[in-house]
């Protein structure tokens, strides 16, 4: 093909397409003018990563011992993967904490445990107590309101 560049395109379409590139570049600048109000790093709502961030950084900050498989802040779910403590080295704990809203409430938080104890040489499946995991959400939760607390000064 003659005048054809090696993107396929000829010259003509693509002055065209760079047209139309810097048209939009034009009116994205234009955007940037305008006078936005300021974020309220206090606010309830945080949505800088999708879910609230004071959750989010009181679940690392509360599950810290552990060692993580995942941490997905924009899906905001934090799986940990199996934790031995050096005390009790024939029991272990696997947890997973789920934010579910951009607000810091309790409904908006979800924590789901599994445990195993060591038997015959393997790992059996285990219950959980549930005040285990009432305790951890209670933990998270209380350590989301004290980093809120600090980012507002009050």
């Not at 285990?132 to 009050?154: N, P």
Request: hydrophobic content about 45%.
């Amino acid at each position: 093909m003659t005048g054809s560049l090696s993107t396929g395109l000829t010259p003509k379409r693509l002055l065209t397409h760079a047209g139309i590139a810097a048209m939009m570049a034009l009116a994205l600048a234009g955007c940037g003018k305008k006078n936005r109000p300021k974020a309220d790093l206090a606010a309830s709502q945080v949505t800088t990563i999708g879910i609230n961030s004071y959750l989010w950084r009181a679940s690392l900050d509360a599950l810290s011992f552990m060692p993580l498989l995942q941490a997905d802040s924009a899906g905001g779910v934090i799986v940990s993967d199996w934790y031995t403590n050096p005390s009790n080295p024939n029991e272990r704990m696997k947890v997973t904490v789920t934010i579910l809203d951009q607000d810091l409430r309790a409904d908006a938080l979800r924590v789901a445990a599994s445990r195993q104890i060591q038997q015959n040489g393997g790992w059996v499946d285990a219950p959980v107590q549930a005040a285990t995991v009432q305790r951890l959400e209670d933990v998270i939760l209380t350590k989301a309101r004290d980093l809120r607390r600090s980012t507002i000064g009050g």
